[in-house]
Every structure is written in structure tokens, then in C-alpha cells.
């Protein structure tokens, strides 16, 4: 059975530029999570989705990350414009239920605003 | 806010030396309590799920126990590839508007283990 996917694994711009992360989850996992760890810190939450809905987004920065995941299957995250403080690992999650169940991580995607 | 603090930040051990990771939390209801290892430029990749004061896992050299306030993750006679980071993180019990979903991470401890 294939895992969580991300792509790119790496991506590089310039500040004000916009990128797009993607995320595919374990195939029949409902919830999705989005997480993030910048350098030197812990990895927090940005975000959950159970199926296409947003269930959770209290952990997003601002207003200028989006995510969305139509249809209940793959989900983007886009930054636009780009600042140098969004430079970091996103890191994604799937599971199957909301409660207990272990999340299973992606590989994260590196990310570098310069 | 749930909290979730690991100790010692990094940790050397000599093969075969045995020792434990600390994971102190605070949080409004703890659902669950979560270890994973990650290893260098991959996602973190899971190992246990404790849900109340008193269980213990095993799992090949590593055991994970939990009390109300801490876990602790015992490494016996350890491995080189038992080098990595570890992680832990808890999940709280839903209500008080706290998602039911989210983890909460600790900020790992870096276990290097020499030959």
C-alpha cells in the first residue's frame, strides 16, 4: 500500500513568488493534515480536513496560506506571496478516523524563500 | 495550551548502552500520546500510541510507558540505526473547542548511537 506523497520534495523561490504544495493521502484515509516545522522549532499544526471540509484551520499564519482538498482526495497548499519567515518542512498527515487513530506522515516537502 | 516538552535535546550513547527519552506534557484531556522516529530528510514515522497512565508498548529495543504527567521511551542495548530523532506529540480530548484531530510536538530528542 502506498503512503503519503508530497510534491515537490524540494522547492526554492523568491520572496513574493507563489508556490503550491501538494499532498496525496493513504488511499481511504478521510482526514488530512497539514503541519509545518521551521528551523530550530517543533512541528505544529496548520491545518485538517475530513474529506473536503476544513474541520480545523486554527494553526494557519495568515491569510496568505490556502488550502483546499476537492473532492476529498489530494490537497494543495499555496503561498502567495512568499515571505522569508514561510521558509521550512510541510509536512503532511492522513489517517483514517479523526480520533485515535495514528496520523502517517508524508516525506515534507523543503521549502526556501530567499 | 497543550504543551509538550523532550528531554535531554541530544543524547549519545555507546552501542549496547541502554538509557530512556523523557516526554513531559500538559494538556485539558489527553486522548493519546504519540512517539515517532524520523530520520534525516524523511517524514517522522510512527512507532507507538499510549492512550492512558499506566500502558506500556514494546516494540524490537524500544519500550514506551506513560503516567499522567510524562512517557518515557526505553532503548535497550541499542543499535547504530537506532540513531535518529525522536519524536513525541499528544493528541487532546475533543470539547472546550480544542480540535480533536491535531498533534501537538514535542521538539525531539536526537539519538546518536555509536559503533
Known amino acids: 500500500e502506498a503512503g503519503v506523497t508530497q510534491f515537490p520534495s524540494h522547492s526554492v523561490i523568491e520572496k513574493g513568488q507563489t508556490v503550491t504544495l501538494r499532498c496525496d493521502p493513504i488511499s481511504g484515509h478521510d482526514n488530512l493534515y497539514w503541519y509545518r516545522r521551521v528551523m530550530g522549532k517543533e512541528i505544529k499544526f496548520l491545518l485538517h480536513f475530513v474529506k473536503e471540509s476544513k474541520q480545523d484551520e486554527s494553526g494557519m499564519p495568515n491569510n496568505r496560506f490556502l488550502a483546499e482538498r476537492t473532492g476529498g482526495t489530494y490537497s494543495t497548499l499555496k503561498v502567495q506571496p512568499a515571505e522569508l519567515e514561510d521558509s521550512g518542512v510541510y509536512f503532511c498527515?492522513?489517517?483514517?478516523?479523526?480520533?485515535?487513530?495514528?496520523?502517517?506522515f508524508g516525506p515534507g516537502t523543503r521549502l526556501l524563500v530567499l | 495550551e497543550d504543551q509538550v516538552t523532550q528531554s535531554p535535546e541530544a543524547l549519545r550513547l555507546q552501542e549496547g548502552e541502554s538509557s530512556s527519552l523523557n516526554c513531559s506534557y500538559t494538556v485539558s484531556g489527553l486522548r493519546g500520546l504519540f512517539w515517532y522516529r524520523q530520520d534525516p530528510g524523511k517524514g517522522p514515522e510512527f512507532l507507538f500510541t499510549l492512550y492512558s497512565a499506566g500502558e506500556e508498548k514494546e516494540k524490537e529495543r524500544l519500550k514506551a510507558t506513560l503516567t499522567k504527567k510524562e512517557s518515557f521511551l526505553h532503548i535497550t542495548a541499542p543499535k547504530p540505526e537506532d540513531s535518529a530523532t525522536y519524536l513525541c506529540?499528544?493528541?487532546?480530548?475533543?470539547?472546550?473547542?480544542?480540535?480533536?484531530?491535531?498533534?501537538?510536538f514535542g521538539q525531539g530528542t536526537i539519538l546518536t548511537v555509536h559503533p
Open positions: 506529540a499528544v493528541q487532546a480530548s475533543p470539547g472546550g473547542g480544542t480540535s480533536y484531530g491535531k498533534l501537538t
Open positions: 498527515a492522513s489517517s483514517l478516523t479523526s480520533g485515535r487513530e495514528t496520523q502517517y
